[in-house]
């Protein structure tokens, strides 16, 4: 999923976060209600920031990002794809859009009707995996702009780690919530089939 193109598609619209927050409601929603259809997730999303009118360009990119999001979400989930800067971006961007796209997973989840429900029921590890994400949601930018070089390969790695651990705790919520519809974690090599 190119971040840069869908950033593009979104920013007419800066009421909408960025297209790391929006993938991130997404996968909440997906989370709690797996079958929810692509234009109830457009509907919800126009409504909630209140956009009245949009273009063409806009539309493709949520297309694109759902198709995708969903069949990351129910395939192993290896191939999800989190809508974030290339490596290559400021480190600082990266940070706040994997804080952004956490924070649009909780705002996901708790849009569906899904953390005050859930909570009774879910296990101590997604409960760990929710809390984790609030915390990465809340990511202090400010502190990485006047790193030193010798810092920076370090915050380099960290947010490489935070990248994978987020990406394994979306996966793991979309299993506790979707018991029957997620895929499980490891899948068989390529060329063996598995039957369900």
């Not at 063409?56 to 809508?83: D, P, Q, R, V, W």
């Not at 952004?100 to 705002?107: D, H, M, P, T, V």
């Not at 997604?126 to 609030?134: A, C, H, Q, T």
Request: some cysteine; aromatic content about 6%; charged content about 25%.
């Amino acid at each position: 999923m190119d971040f840069q193109s869908i950033n593009e598609a979104v920013a007419p619209y800066p009421e909408l976060e960025s297209p790391s927050f929006l993938q991130g409601m997404l996968i909440g929603l997906l989370c709690v209600d797996n079958e929810i259809q692509e234009t109830v997730w457009i509907k919800k999303l126009l409504e909630e920031a209140q956009v009245k009118s949009i273009k063409e360009s806009f539309l493709i990119a949520l297309h694109e990002m759902y198709n995708e999001t969903n069949k990351g979400l129910n395939g192993s989930g290896f191939e999800l794809s989190l809508c974030l800067p290339d490596d290559n971006e400021d480190m600082v961007l990266r940070a706040a859009m994997l804080g952004q796209l956490c924070e649009g997973i909780l705002y996901g989840i708790g849009l569906a009707g899904g953390l005050n429900e859930m909570e009774k029921t879910l296990g101590e590890e997604v409960r760990e995996v929710i809390n984790d994400l609030s915390e990465i949601a809340r990511i202090d930018v400010s502190t990485l702009i006047d790193l030193e070089k010798e810092t920076t390969e370090q915050v380099e790695q960290d947010l490489t780690e935070l990248y994978e651990f987020v990406k394994v705790g979306v996966i793991m919520l979309n299993e506790e919530l979707n018991p029957t519809q997620a895929a499980p974690i490891m899948d068989p090599p390529q060329g063996q089939h598995q039957i369900h």
